[in-house]
């Protein structure tokens, strides 16, 4: 479990660990910076919310950033210790391709 606070960074490219990560409680924005340096908002999320789905699959994608917007709670794990147990489990990928 991971706790963060309000304006705290919970997803972003230049972070080292790549987490697979489950919002308990509390909720995030997640946004895109753009060359001018403008902040583009691309989602927001509350409890069952899932981040790191894509990072599994993809390499990271550059300028997303997820914040939360108030004290969240989430469930975490390594997706470089974890990865190929994920992948090679089929109740896992049918929950998140399900969403």
């Known amino acids: 479990m991971l706790e963060y ?7 972003a490219s230049h972070f080292e660990e790549k987490l697979f990560q489950v919002v308990v409680h509390g909720s995030l924005v997640i946004y895109f910076i753009r060359d001018d340096g403008a902040r583009y908002s691309l989602s927001s999320g509350e409890a069952d919310y899932i981040l790191g789905d894509m990072d599994l699959f993809l390499p990271s994608t550059g300028s997303i950033y ?3 917007a ?3 709670l989430c ?3 390594s997706l470089d210790q974890n990865r190929e147990a994920l992948l090679e489990s089929n109740s896992f990928l049918r929950l998140i391709c399900g969403r």
């Open 5 to 11: 606070e309000k304006g705290e960074l919970v997803t």
């Open 66 to 68: 997820t914040e939360a």
């Open 70 to 72: 108030e004290p969240l």
């Open 75 to 77: 469930l975490a794990l």
